[in-house]
């Protein structure tokens, strides 16, 4: 396992640990921050592994933080005037 994907093992853990944590703002400050620090991350994967593995761990970082694209998706869907 290269260190890239250790890294993204690694935000995955701490993603699962910030949620189980109680939180007085539904972890929004949490999620900001884990989006911050895993774009850094997802960039790297792609760089050492190629973007099909680079998809693969973008999806699984959709899957943790589905609020944040859900309400991104429906941001866009306002935009776009649907």
Do not use: C, E, F
Not at 15 to 44: C, E, F, Q
């Amino acid at each position: 396992m290269n260190l890239s994907i250790a890294l993204a093992a690694l935000w995955g853990i701490a993603a699962n640990v910030l949620a189980m944590i109680p939180s007085k703002d539904n972890h929004w400050t949490r999620a900001y921050i884990l989006i911050a620090v895993g774009i850094p991350i997802l960039g790297y994967v792609t760089l050492q592994n190629g973007p099909w593995i680079g998809l693969i761990v973008m999806a699984a970082g959709m899957s943790v933080l589905r609020w944040p694209v859900i309400y991104l998706g429906r941001w866009v869907r306002r935009l776009v005037g649907h």
